[in-house]
């Protein structure tokens, strides 16, 4: 079993930075998929980035390229998402999430998940 605890998060006005982190409860090797993803109210929960731990390979929603950026720390056994530019439309629950072997789009393939951290952007 892996544990994925969150923090990070908050209120922020439009254009400024937050930083998401991701602490698992074990090392989770190098073929896992590790990410980011976010609901906002009345809609469905979609993946935001990831990255596979074994080739360093990673994916970003078109929303978010070129502002998000995702990271871990194999020593920390912790994964980050830093926010840069962030937009009113960023505004959501993040939830770290992960699962073994390769990467998938749907949240459903995912196996553990974090507590969710609220961000809110205002303009």
């Known amino acids: 079993q892996v544990q994925l605890v969150e923090s990070g998060g908050g209120s922020v006005q439009a254009g400024g930075s937050l930083r998401l982190s991701c602490a698992a409860s074990?090392?989770?090797?190098?073929?896992?998929?590790m990410g980011w993803f976010r609901q906002a109210p009345g809609k469905e929960r979609e993946r935001v980035a990831v990255?596979?731990?074994?080739?360093?390979?990673?994916f970003y929603a078109d929303s978010v390229k070129g502002r998000f950026t995702i990271s871990q720390d194999n020593a920390k056994n912790t994964l980050y998402l830093q926010m840069n530019s962030l937009k009113p439309e960023d505004t959501a629950m993040y939830y770290c999430?992960?699962?073994?072997?390769?990467?998938?789009?749907?949240?459903?393939?995912?196996?553990?998940w974090g507590q969710g951290s609220q961000v809110t952007v205002s303009s």
């Open positions: 074990v090392y989770t090797g190098d073929h896992f998929c």
């Open positions: 990255i596979y731990t074994g080739g360093k390979n990673t």
């Open positions: 999430a992960a699962r073994g072997g390769s990467c998938y789009t749907s949240a459903s393939r995912y196996n553990y």
